[in-house]
């Protein structure tokens, strides 16, 4: 099974991919994530994203698409894969349409700009594996140490309000419309995002599975 999660920064993508990605046992592909890494490791494409990153805004379509069309061709994403922020812009929508996978659904979860703000300033990902928690909605067992590796969470640097804003603008201007897009071929699943993360799950598990 091939899927995509669509959605506002903090409507829960990174959240529910995880969940999914272990109930179906398929990989999740988060490009956020994957450009973080880059980072980290000093690589020249991650750099390069760097300044886009902390502003906000979009990394080029062409530095995201490559990474993603090579990582699809890994071995582990032919059981299934879910995609987590790609794509987010129309030209990587039909690049993907271009590359040789199937998408079944592309659920979009529909969290209010209002709520999203709310929500941001409690986010918290881990720093070594890039799983996201929350400090209400989503709390690790113990507290800053991260359930899955034991990293250590932080707040990203654009979760900060400023950039929070500027991302919600990008969202609205070029990440919405993809809803439309999917819609038209007829794998468009709207779940309406909840603040309890089971919720969420029960609501696409049984949109999906039905
Ligand atoms: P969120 O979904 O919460 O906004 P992500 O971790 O998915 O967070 O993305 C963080 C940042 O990484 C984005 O604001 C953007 O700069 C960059 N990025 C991630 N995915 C893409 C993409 N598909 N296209 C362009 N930029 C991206
Ligand atoms: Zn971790």
Known sequence: MNIIMLGAPGAGKGTQAAVLSEHFGIPTISTGNMIREALKNGTEMGLKAKSYMDEGKLVPDEVVIGIVKERLAEDDCKKGFILDGFPRTIPQAEALDKMEVDIQYVINLDVSDERIIKRMSGRRVCE????PYHLVNLKPKKDGVCDDCGGTLVQRKDDHPDTVLARLDVYHKE?????????????????????????????ILKAIEA
């Not at 070594?128 to 799983?131: A, D, K, Q």
């Not at 468009?188 to 993360?197: A, E, K, M, S, T």
Request: hydrophobic share 25%; net charge negative.
């Open 175 to 203: 990440t919405e419309p993809l809803a439309a897009y999917y819609k038209k071929q007829g794998k468009l699943v709207d779940v309406v995002g909840q603040d309890d993360v089971d919720e969420t799950t029960d609501l």
């Open 128 to 131: 070594n594996c890039g799983r």
